[in-house]
């Protein structure tokens, strides 16, 4: 038997393109209640997320993930239906397979043989479920946040399922993100024949020394778990598509991807300077998508660490590298908070497949954590 592989593919074949939940939750839900867990449905508009807890004691362990997936794309070109889960060459094919409903299955089966084995555990369990992550996750987990916050809830440790692995199951734990910070600059000029330069005023001139001292600042150093915060210019559009036509304006799209080194305000702050010293007539724009967040080495890691190093036979290297996830408003409200989960090679791809032989290894490093971090033993 494998219930981890079973509860995976239930889920998986439930086309739950984010915010349609397909009853996805309603399944979790039922298996939780079943071992003590009492349940909050937390839904905003369409967005379907759930609050799920055992235990009113301290410490709160909590997993945290999403039912939701991106569209499957073109089904012709998978091999297989993409919400037909399907085994194959040691593989489990399927739409969320690795983002992030086989996390899912094992946050749920780590429970039931926690409870199973320790009906009167020390601490309290928790789940905290969103259909909205890959969509505009605006009514998802940071609408349950305010909730939990509201009324004071905290979380002690927190462990977020995305797929974080590079190579093999558990070589790699997230222990923070960077922020994404995007910017829409519009400099603004006057329209001209392009023979005529002196009755026209050409803004992609005017910003090109501006964006090539922004692109050459220094922003931070990073620290021990950071990157430098890097600036990026991913879009420049202007001009009417006529070779002989001065452009009226430009519009620049870019982004930082930041450490906890810097804050948003402060690169805003600093690339209004630069603007402004080149006297640019613009408008911008901003568009904060998330701050950064860090839990440092410590207790939390250091039992994930070991639960991989027992249950996979691997060494995990801790790393904030990558994009954003809901970790960023889970750790308003948790002492510690890091994301494990399975090989990210194919997410969102056409497809996207686990390892079979990593899908139980997985819940079993979940319920190792859980082993560990019920108890006030503080070894890892």
Not at 7 to 28: H, M, N, Y
Not at 62 to 73: E, L, N, R, W, Y
Not at 254 to 259: L, M, Q
Request: aromatic share 6%.
């Amino acid at each position: 038997m494998n219930p981890t592989l079973d509860l995976t593919k239930e889920l998986i074949a439930r086309a739950s393109v984010t915010p349609d939940d397909q009853g996805c939750q309603e399944l979790l839900i039922n298996r939780l209640q079943a071992i003590g867990f009492t349940v909050e449905r937390l839904n905003f508009g369409d967005t379907h997320n759930f609050w799920a807890r055992r235990g009113d004691t301290a410490p709160l362990v909590c997993f945290a993930g999403h039912t939701d997936v991106v569209p499957s794309g073109p089904e012709e070109k998978w091999t297989s239906p993409p919400f037909v889960p399907t085994e194959r060459d040691g593989r489990l094919y399927g739409r969320g397979a690795a983002d992030m409903k086989t996390s899912i299955a094992a946050f749920v089966t780590a429970c039931e043989r926690l409870v199973a084995a320790q009906p009167d555990h020390g601490g309290s369990l928790a789940l905290l479920i969103t259909s909205d992550e890959e969509g505009d996750a605006l009514d998802g987990t940071t609408r349950v946040v305010d909730v939990l916050r509201e009324r004071n809830e905290t979380i002690d440790y927190c462990i977020v399922g995305e797929p974080t692995a590079v190579n093999t199951l558990g070589d790699t734990i997230k222990n923070g993100r960077r922020g994404s910070l995007s910017g829409r600059l519009t400099v603004h000029g006057k329209q001209g024949h392009i023979a005529y330069p002196h009755l026209a005023d050409n803004p992609v001139h005017r910003a090109l020394p501006a964006l090539a001292e922004l692109a050459a600042t220094e922003w931070d150093r990073g620290n021990a778990y950071f990157p430098p915060t890097g600036f990026q210019i991913s879009n420049i559009r202007g001009g009417t598509g006529a070779t002989n036509v001065i452009p009226g304006s430009v519009e620049i799209l870019f982004n930082f991807r930041f450490s906890t080194e810097s804050t948003s305000e402060g690169l805003q702050q600093r690339v209004h300077a630069v603007l402004d010293k080149h006297g640019l007539h613009y408008d911008l724009v901003w568009s904060l998508s998330g701050q950064p967040f860090l839990t440092e080495a410590g207790r939390l890691t250091a039992v994930a660490q070991a639960a991989v190093r027992a249950e996979c036979g691997v060494e995990a290297e801790l790393s904030t590298s990558g994009g954003t996830s809901d970790g960023r408003f889970i750790k308003a409200i948790a002492r510690e908070l890091i994301e494990l989960g399975p090989v990210n090679a194919s997410i969102h791809q056409i497809d996207e497949h686990i390892e079979l032989s990593a899908i139980e290894p997985l819940s079993a490093v979940y319920e190792h954590m859980l082993h560990k971090l019920l108890t006030d033993d503080t070894a890892a």
